[in-house]
């Protein structure tokens, strides 16, 4: 029925949108075929014993921290030279020319600096490449962002298998372990340092806190987490309030 709609909502057919239809197929029956492996493996956990389990949810949480960490790299984006204008390239391009120049240097344009008067997040964001990526080479910038979001996406996922382990069990961290391995955009997603890749681990790191919080015995214990807790969250809303 998908295809169906996608064929007759087309109104004029080239190369790419047989290549799109083709690949869309593709990474549907992936996806269908990954969710019943993972339907199958949650139903063979359950058979396994709890030391087993230990040692399976350890061993999937390392290879995929790893994975999350490494695999970005391949799906870095060449900027400037890319088909895409979305806010990351905007952002990039601006403080790549800047140079830890103050922004008074960019014209007054709408891709410019009024891009930031009227995106305020991006304008802190936008001062916080511009600080740390100062002195580097185009090439040393798109590097090191991606290892950046990379470590700050992995550090998310490895948060939210702690997450599902702490409020199930360890059986639901392995399943949550095998379901975010197979999940795409962690990978190329992950690759761009931006708002939305740089908040995500205050959010779940926040919610990780809370959860600590809400199962410690001592009162001190409590209180420590929530203040933790508290303070993570307000700085991820600082960056990006809608995530």
């Given at each position: ?5 996608v ?5 004029k ?11 869309g ?26 030391t087993?389990?230990?040692t399976?949810y350890l061993?999937s949480?390392l290879?995929?921290?790893?994975a ?9 984006i ?5 088909a895409?204008?979305?806010?990351f ?8 020319a ?11 344009t709408e ?17 916080i ?12 910038k798109?590097?090191?962002?991606t ?26 961290g392995?399943?949550y372990?095998?379901?975010?391995f197979g999940?795409?955009p962690f990978?190329?997603?992950g ?17 990780l ?10 009162t ?5 987490w929530?203040i933790?807790?508290l303070l993570v ?11």
């Open positions: 029925v998908m295809n169906l709609i064929i007759f909502a087309t109104p057919w080239h190369i790419d949108n047989v290549i799109a239809l083709i690949l197929n593709v990474i549907l029956m992936t996806a269908i075929l990954y969710l019943f492996f993972i339907a199958h493996a949650s139903k063979k956990i359950n058979t396994l014993a709890l087993t389990v230990h399976y061993r949480l290879i995929l921290g790893l999350v960490l490494i695999v970005p790299y391949f799906f870095m060449h900027v400037p030279h890319d895409h204008d979305w806010d390239f905007v952002v990039f391009a601006n403080t790549s800047l140079h830890g120049r103050t922004f008074d240097h960019l014209a007054l891709n410019q600096r009024l891009y930031f008067l009227h995106y305020p997040n991006n304008q802190w964001f936008g001062m490449q511009n600080f740390l990526f100062a002195k580097t080479t185009l090439a040393s798109m590097f090191l962002m290892g950046l979001s990379s470590l700050l996406t992995s550090s998310s996922v490895v948060a939210g298998s702690l997450l599902a382990k702490k409020v199930a069990s360890e059986k639901m392995l399943c372990n095998l379901a975010a999940f795409l990978y190329v997603y690759a761009q340092f931006y708002t939305d890749t740089a908040s995500l681990p205050f959010v779940i790191f926040g919610v806190f809370i959860i600590y919080a809400l199962k410690a015995t001592q001190t214990s409590k209180i420590l929530w933790i807790a969250i307000f700085s991820g809303y600082y960056i990006k309030p809608t995530v």
